[in-house]
């Protein structure tokens, strides 16, 4: 079973209220099982809603608001979702794919906090996870 993001699928969750839709994707789906999540909706958060960046150890939105909280929340009921599907299948967690740069999704490089479109290495808080648990995780850009 591989995890995938919501808004690859073309689910409206992304923060502006639209998706990411991605073919590639789609058609990886069309062949494989999987278990589409999005954290940020998990963690309480709207679509749409302010758009969010790490900064240092926070996670605050364009408005200065710290929603790292919600973010944090909704990585850990996103894995926790994750564990109790791959349980309820009897199949193990072979991979994820999701969306690049995102402070929840973003796998190797992210936005900086300054919202210019600058990147800097690193994870989205749900990458994180399941990179802690050997999890490979690729991005859209990369199938
Ligand atoms: S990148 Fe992740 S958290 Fe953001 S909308 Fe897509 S699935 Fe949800």
Not at 59 to 65: A, E, H, Q, S, V
Request: contains cysteine; proline residues 3%.
């Amino acid at each position: 079973m591989y995890v995938i993001s919501s808004c690859l699928l073309g689910r409206d969750c992304k923060y502006n209220g639209g998706n990411n839709r991605n073919q590639a994707v789609l058609d990886f789906c069309r062949e494989h099982s999987f278990c589409e999540v999005c954290p940020e909706t998990a963690g309480g958060l709207t679509a749409p809603r302010a758009p969010a960046e790490r900064q240092g150890d926070r996670i605050c939105d364009r408005d200065g608001k710290d929603v790292t909280e919600a973010f944090v929340q909704g990585a850990q009921k996103s894995w926790d979702h994750v564990l109790a599907e791959a349980r309820r299948r009897c199949e193990e967690v072979e991979g994820a794919i999701l969306k690049a740069k995102s402070p929840s999704c973003g796998c190797g490089m992210i936005y900086d906090g300054s919202f210019t479109g600058t990147l800097i290495p690193g994870d989205g808080c749900f990458t994180a996870i399941l990179k802690e648990h050997g999890i490979k995780v690729n991005t859209e850009k990369e199938i």
